[in-house]
């Protein structure tokens, strides 16, 4: 009966129980409820910023959850930005979670807060060796966005994981530490690494020094000395790296001397490296003498690295000049063949048994067709001595024509020094090839009166040539231009062959010799020849400040400029008619040429003033109307010179696009294509050019960029100071 009895009353207090457990639950829940209703009611102000509902003392509360909490926790943290700061090393705890996600999203975390995790740093450098290579690149992220916020603990915390096994790990350590900075503490660090007995640990120390201060890393030296003999190839070659950063003492040649000296042939190689291809070699000139034993090593290279590390400590050893012989001739060299020949030439007369090598080298097709090789041949020659550059100056003999031409030009690139090759460039002037010619009369040009021995075949070779350019006027034709009635007639010579591009190199060389007036002649013939490359070139000689133009060249100047004046009555805004006037009336090299020698000869010869005001007003092409304006205020100081002058700064004229095709020797002077050098033309006429202020006063407010605005800006400021000031010139 007791049975049945409790039964009935238990299933009569359940309905109780269950509505009291409801009742119970939500009173809890009101209560819950409570601060969000109260929250309500307070101001904006006052109200504490919540997360999905959540306050951020919440979340943090939430740390201590499970995992699936925590994780959601950390990144609800984030998005309370600055506030969440204070509780970084809340969140730091969590970087020594199991949970692999945990450590990584606490550390992309702490990541974005920059300096405000500064706190957190060395919880951070151990992270760096999480066995997550994941979580240890975030911490290092983590750590460099710290940078120089960081603490001194950090910065030794994080200079220990230099050392680790993992290179992944001495990669990121090495990274942070160029962000966080070094101090004494942390190099201290590096000091015991260089000497650590494991060789990843010395040589992730060599790669730190690169980034440490140089004041920091100048004690650590006589650490990093004795590696240039360590088994290791990387860090030997590391340890160049660095001394050469960080500067070297007198310790410095003694390390060296046992690399040298070390039965490691490779680390004798390395010691020799680091003199010849660094700038350490100063340190090493004691041991100068040590090196040059080497030149009788047994091994090739080391020889060559000998000599070559000799040649840079400018130490000559006659065995030097034989063993870099031996790496011309095998065509076998560590380093390009230019310094090698170069390294030859500076040992001068000790080189005399390497300049057979030398020439023997340049006859090899290769190098004889690379200019700079055949130069550099030609110099070394010259520096060994006079013998040398004869027995050189015998390849003007060779049954190749194309070593005749290198030979010739390599001995043209000698200047004074060609002297003793004078018999045979002389011989070469009758050669068959006109490139052989060619240069060897340049070079006795450039020999000037020192050649004196060749002057009477230079002065053959100029008669004969110009009498066979004469010749030509059989072919030629009177061509008028312009009003025949008033004698305005060009007459012009159709040159053919090869005297184009001879006779006025020739009639150069010739002139700066001995003053051949015959070639002055020949010169002011081709002033009107219809061929470009003949007239400009003849025009370039007569430029050129070894040649004295004379007042008798001056009908021939007038009539180039005359001929391009005579082309501006058919000029039309077409490009068939461009290239016809660029054919027919002179390239722009070849006025621009013109008017230079005209001005040069002066207002005295009587220079057609008339044609280049002409010329100034309408040429299309800016660069020489300026030139024409030049030469009007230089031949005459003419009142329209400036006016001229300043239109030339139009932005029209500047900025339209050149359809010309100049081809000419003379080719097209970019300086004079600038604003820049009208600027320097009209500050050049002082007070005159301000007869043009209006138009230099528009140009510089069409400029349209600063340099531009600047050139003229600064003329504004010396012809009127007032009006740069209106304009707000600086």
């Not at 200079?159 to 990669?171: K, Q, T």
């Not at 024509?401 to 070469?428: D, Q, W, Y």
Request: with cysteine.
């Amino acid at each position: 009966m007791r049975a049945t009895g409790d039964r009935s009353m238990n299933c009569l207090l359940r309905p109780i129980v269950s509505w009291f457990a409801e009742i119970s639950i939500a009173l809890a829940a009101a209560i819950a409820l409570t601060p969000g209703i109260l929250a309500r009611e307070q101001t904006a102000e006052e109200r504490e910023p919540v997360y999905r509902g959540r306050t951020l003392d919440v979340w943090i509360r939430m740390l201590d959850g499970t995992d699936d909490e925590q994780l959601v926790a950390i990144k609800a943290i984030g998005e309370f930005g600055p506030e969440a700061r204070a509780h970084a090393d809340v969140l730091a705890k969590k970087l020594s979670s199991i949970r692999d996600d945990i450590r990584l999203e606490a550390a992309n975390q702490l990541a974005t807060w920059g300096p405000d995790a500064k706190s957190t740093g060395v919880d951070l450098a151990r992270t760096l060796v999480d066995i997550d290579p994941e979580i240890g690149a975030a911490a290092a992220t983590a750590l460099r966005s710290i940078g120089k916020a960081a603490n001194d603990e950090t910065r030794i915390a994080v200079a220990n994981a230099i050392g680790d096994r993992d290179s992944a790990v001495r990669e990121h350590a090495i990274s942070v530490m160029k962000e966080i900075g070094w101090h004494e503490g942390s190099v201290a660090v590096l000091r015991q690494a260089l000497i650590s007995k494991e060789a990843r640990v010395r040589y992730a120390a060599l790669k730190a020094v690169a980034n440490v201060p140089t004041s920091l890393g100048v004690p650590l030296r006589d650490r990093i000395y004795p590696l240039l003999v360590d088994a290791g190839l990387l860090i030997r070659l590391e340890t160049i790296k660095v001394l050469e950063r960080i500067g070297v003492d007198g310790g410095f040649a003694a390390a060296l001397a046992a690399a040298i000296d070390h039965a490691d042939d490779e680390i004798k190689r390395n010691g020799l490296q680091a003199i010849r291809m660094t700038t350490l070699g100063a340190a090493a000139k004691p041991i100068a003498p040590k090196i040059a034993a080497l030149l009788e090593h047994e091994e090739w290279d080391i020889r060559e690295s000998a000599a070559l590390a000799l040649w840079k400590l400018d130490y000559h050893d006659r065995r030097a000049a034989r063993v870099l012989g031996e790496s011309i001739s095998t065509g076998r060299s560590l380093a390009p063949s230019p310094d090698v020949i170069t390294a030859i030439g500076d040992l001068g007369p000790l080189a005399t048994e390497a300049a057979p090598l030398l020439i023997k080298h340049f006859e090899s097709p290769r190098q004889s067709d690379d200019e700079k090789v055949a130069n550099a041949i030609a110099a070394s020659v010259a520096r060994i001595g006079p013998d040398a550059v004869k027995t050189f100056a015998g390849l003007l003999e060779s049954r190749r024509g194309e070593l005749r031409v290198a030979a010739a030009k390599a001995i043209e690139s000698l200047g004074e020094k060609a002297e003793p090759a004078i018999p045979a460039l002389a011989a070469a002037l009758a050669d068959t090839e006109i490139d052989v010619r060619i240069h060897a009369a340049k070079a006795l040009g450039n020999l000037g009166s020192s050649a004196k021995s060749a002057a009477p075949l230079l002065a053959d070779a100029v008669r004969k040539e110009f009498g066979q350019y004469r010749a030509g006027e059989i072919d030629s034709r009177r061509q008028g231009f312009g009003d025949r009635r008033k004698g305005k007639e060009f007459f012009t010579i159709n040159s053919r062959g090869t005297g184009t591009r001879w006779l006025p190199v020739v009639a150069e060389a010739s002139w700066r010799v001995s003053r051949d007036p015959h070639a002055i002649e020949a010169l002011e013939k081709m002033l009107v020849d219809l061929n470009d490359d003949a007239r400009d070139l003849a025009l370039a000689a007569l430029d050129r400040s070894v040649i004295d133009p004379r007042a008798s060249s001056v009908p021939a100047l007038n009539n180039v400029l005359r001929f391009r004046v005579a082309g501006y009555a058919t000029l039309r805004e077409d490009d068939s008619v461009f290239e016809r006037m660029q054919m027919q009336y002179g390239t722009d090299g070849s006025i621009i040429y013109a008017l230079r020698v005209l001005e040069r000869i002066g207002a005295d010869g009587k220079p057609d003033l008339e044609a280049v005001k002409r010329i100034a007003e309408a040429d299309t092409s800016p660069e020489v109307s300026l030139a024409a304006a030049r030469a009007l205020w230089r031949l005459g100081h003419s009142p329209h010179a400036a006016t001229l002058a300043a239109e030339c700064l139009a932005v029209e004229r500047f900025a339209q696009k050149n359809r010309r095709d100049d081809t000419s020797a003379a080719g097209r002077d970019s300086n004079a294509r600038s604003p820049s050098a009208v600027v320097e033309v009209l500050a050049e006429m002082g007070d005159a050019a301000k007869t043009a202020l209006p138009q230099i006063k528009l140009a510089y407010q069409q400029a349209t960029d600063d340099e531009t605005k600047a050139a003229i800006g600064s003329l504004l400021k010396k012809l009127d100071p007032d009006a740069a000031g209106k304009l707000g010139v600086r």
